[in-house]
């Protein structure tokens, strides 16, 4: 399976990651690579195969809902690019 | 001192032979000699010595633990409050983590001394420590190949001798392969095992952390301060923490290993192949038995590693977006061009790959094509484990095809980087402990011996590793240039 440049460009857009136009054809290849890689999969029936997302099959652990944390907004925010008034600034959105 | 094990340098604390400040400003010098080698990507010398030194004050009060006063080092992927946490990426090249991550608190507690944060492959992904955005490491057993990745600056800095000892973590083998290329010891524990809090998220139902040592008894001494349940890692494992030294002298007499016939195939190096088979050969003396054993779903591990380890970051690493912390890009004229960007300049190659990787295969269409096939793959590949280690106590293996490859060798081939990780990926996906221990040299580069447990039994692994160090010294084995 091989994807085009097109492809790449709108998987980029879905993951809202930048990448620059002369490196859309090496992705491509990369990508196209990889599936290839996976089509082997296809040479085992798993139609009666339980998928499995935890090694030990463990399920997420549940805690009482309860507060636990203590209020860090100023430690979080020293790290933060730009923030004014407590609150994270980014562009406009509404005009 | 730099030549002494763990265990001997807190012999050697214990008895005042000399202080951790002394030990801690001798690492230290060696750290600054030694920079070509890119080990580090930040060190602590004054972190270090004010920590060595009320490391001192407890060994004089008697308060002290096995680790106190030991320098050791820290993968930059474990959060460090105060000291820059870079994950080897441009995106978090000035992040200053706002808590600790609960295996640094531990370290801390037990008054280990923290010489610096060790360099990786960006967010962990990659095979030769190449992907680091603070530059490639250098193998001390030869400044032209890679110490392997991620955590090839663990290994390069305890091969070194720049570290006592060091964390690691291994989502794919990275632990066990820069272990294996670089003559050390290295452990990555059960999934679950030690805790993921504060532990930058690469693959979070494979990533696991783990100790990266001189010796089996030194990774014993690690683990036991590592491991153990963490109510904030949600996918941390509540069993109890034995005794990690308590079997290490066992005898391996009546001791079952396994030898997987795909393990041992076509594509490994026929010098690695003999040098495990006399390895192999010495567990024989010790009274271990060999059984040959099969199973055939092996070879579905790269493929299925590669779509799941790839889902699991482009979700993961969809935090990293320039509003709340890490590298924010210039002058955005919108919201999307400055996620866009942000993501896309602090972003290197290999980790947009696999965000790309991932995000296809998660995309609408393709899921059960490739996820959900994925992870049907991974319980075939578990249960083919799961029957092996009914008959046996122990798999052996090699680690990687062949011995420490050259800088920029693979780096323009993403495919040939992503099969060096053959032998390590299914123990991963399985969830399984297993072991890189140090078997001898091929053309004077370090070649690893894996052994692979059942779940838990890190004290079966640690005595099955120990044994065959007290009869070899292929782990006391210094590079040229670092005695």
């Known amino acids: 399976m091989s994807l085009t440049a097109d492809d790449v460009n709108k998987i980029a857009h879905l993951a809202r990651l930048g990448i620059d136009k002369q490196d859309v054809a090496a992705y491509a290849n990369d990508l196209s690579g990889m599936l290839d890689l ?58 | 001192m730099h030549t002494k094990t763990l265990a001997e340098l807190s012999l050697g604390l214990h008895k005042k032979t000399y202080s951790s400040v002394e030990l801690t400003q001798f690492f230290l010098n060696r750290i600054d000699q030694h920079q070509a080698l890119n080990s580090y990507i930040t060190v602590t010398p004054e972190l270090a010595l004010a920590q060595a030194k009320a490391a001192d004050q407890r060994l004089a009060d008697g308060t002290a633990d096995l680790l106190t006063g030991i320098p050791i080092a820290q993968k930059d992927i474990f959060c460090t409050q105060g000291v820059m946490t870079t994950c080897g990426s441009k995106m978090l090249a000035n992040f200053n983590a706002p808590y600790n991550a609960t295996v640094v608190d531990k370290f801390n507690l037990a008054g280990a001394v923290m010489l610096g944060k060790l360099n990786m492959d960006e967010f962990a992904m ?56 670089c003559g050390i010891t290295g452990l990555k524990p059960t999934y679950g095992r030690v805790s993921r809090y504060g532990m930058i998220a690469y693959a979070s139902s494979l990533d696991q952390g783990g100790p990266m040592t001189r010796s089996a008894e030194d990774a014993a001494i690690m683990l036991q301060t ?9 996918t941390s494992v509540d069993v109890p923490v034995p005794d990690y030294r308590a ?105 947009k790959r696999r965000i790309l990787m991932g995000t296809y295969a998660l995309s609408t269409g393709y899921y059960d094509a490739y996820y959900l096939k994925a992870q049907k793959i991974r319980r075939l590949i578990s249960e083919d484990f799961k029957a092996a280690l009914a008959t046996v106590d122990v798999i052996m293996g090699p680690v990687t095809p062949s011995t420490a490859f050259g800088i920029g060798e693979k780096m323009d081939d993403p495919i040939a980087m992503y099969l060096s990780d053959i032998y390590t990926i299914a123990i991963n996906l399985a969830g399984l402990p297993a072991m890189s221990i140090p078997a001898g040299f091929v053309a004077n580069m370090p070649v690893g011996l894996q052994l692979i447990g059942d779940y838990f039994a890190e004290v079966r692994l640690l005595n099955i590793a120990h044994q065959y160090q007290q009869v070899t010294d292929w782990h006391n084995f210094i590079p040229t240039g670092f005695e």
């Open chain 1, 38 to 95: 996976m089509t082997r999969m296809s040479e085992v029936n798993t139609d009666d195969v339980e998928p499995m997302a935890h090694p030990m099959d463990q399920a997420q652990r549940l805690r009482t809902d309860i507060v636990t944390e203590l209020n860090h907004r100023e430690a979080f925010q020293a790290i933060a690019p730009q923030v004014e008034a407590g609150l994270y600034l980014v562009p406009k959105v509404i005009e």
């Open chain 2, 126 to 181: 990659g095979s030769s420590n190449e992907t680091s955005y603070f530059g490639a490491v250098k193998n001390p057993w030869n400044i032209n190949s890679v110490p392997g990745g991620s955590s090839g600056g663990s290994a390069a800095a305890v091969s070194a001798r720049l570290a006592v000892c060091a964390t690691g973590t291994d989502t794919g083998g990275s632990i066990r392969q820069p272990a294996a290329l």
């Open chain 2, 226 to 234: 590592m491991a153990g349940f963490d109510e904030k890692d949600s």
């Open chain 2, 247 to 351: 079997g290490l002298n066992k005898s391996l007499v009546g001791l079952k290993i396994g030898l997987p016939k795909e393990f041992f195939g076509e594509g490994l190096d026929e010098n690695v192949a003999a040098t495990l088979a006399a390895a192999i050969a010495e567990y024989r003396k010790l009274g271990a038995e060999v059984i040959d054993i099969s199973m055939p779903n092996l070879k579905l591990a790269i493929p299925a590693y590669y779509v799941i380890a790839p889902a699991e970051c482009s979700a993961n690493l969809s935090r990293f977006d320039g509003v709340r912390y890490g590298y924010r890009c210039e002058s955005p004229v919108d919201l999307t061009d400055l996620y866009t960007r942000s993501r896309g300049e602090g972003f290197g190659k290999e980790v």
